[in-house]
Each structure stands twice: as structure tokens, then as C-alpha cells.
């Protein structure tokens, strides 16, 4: 046996540990997870390339995650194919949605409204999911409409078909 071993270790040496580390590699790749969307969603603050009348231009995210654009108030999102651009405010009272990375949920601080990367509303006072913004894809670019806004109670059909897919 080549390695130290470790006698409270069920995995012992580091060629057992690495034939380990790829059978579950290999097993994560079988079931046709994406590694981009198991990991954490990274967050960042952004901006539009350019703003013209109310059509902000965002370059497309490379991978999953999401961007904060507080000058347009737009969070742009990227998340299992699709993307997403959603109004900054909480649809309950206007509070400015925050990402809570331990959860990976939206998360409103007024009254604790919780919604899923795509807007899906889970639990608190709002009653409705995020509101979205009208989006379409321009190349490698995404046009976001500010002025344009589906919200879900209103308008399901709408905000159901405001994204762009990958
Ligand atoms: S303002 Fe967001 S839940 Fe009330």
C-alpha cells in the first residue's frame, strides 16, 4: 500500500481517495447535473454595456450566477439555461431584493419574502414571484426593456415567457 493510511479513515491512501474522487465525478456527470448550477450561485454587482431610451444592454453571463445593476435597478440572472432580468424592488412593498448565498435564494430584509434564482416566489407577504423584466437576446448581448414589466398574478403567461434560453 503506497500513502499513509488512516485507521479511522474508510478511505485509505491517496490513490484510493482520487479512484474515489472520480467515481463520484463520474457519477455526478451520469446524471447529468451541471457542475455550474451544483455550485453556489455567484453574485456581483454590474452594469449595462449601454442604456438607450429604456433598453439596457447586458453582456451574457458565461455562467450561471447573477448581476446587480443598482443604476438600472436590474438583477440579471442566469440559471439552468435561461436568463432572467428582474425588477431590483420586492414585489410586496418595494424593498430592494438582496441574495442570501447560504440558501441561494432571493430574499427580501423588509418582511422576509424568499424567492427561487428564477423568480419563483416560495414563502413571506409578497404574493407573487419577482417581477420581470422584458428581455431578448441581441447577439452576444441580452436587451433588458426597464419599462416593461410582467408581473406574475397579473399577467402569468407573460412573465412565464419573460426569459431569454440558452
Ligand atoms: S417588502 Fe418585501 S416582503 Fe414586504
Redesign the pocket.
Known sequence: MSGRECGACPIEGRREFLRAAASLLATFAGLGASPAVAEALAIRPGSALRVRGGNATYPIPDADGAMIDRQEQVILVRFDGNLYAFNL???????A?KWEAKDQRFQ??????RYQPDGTFIS???TRGMDRLAIRRAGETVVVDVDVMFEEDKDPAGWAAAKVTL
Do not use: I
Not at 89 to 95: A, D, F, G, V, Y
Not at 108 to 113: E, F, G, I, L, W
Open positions: 424592488s420586492c414585489p410586496h412593498q418595494n424593498t431584493l427580501c430584509p423588509k418582511h422576509k419574502s413571506g407577504r409578497a
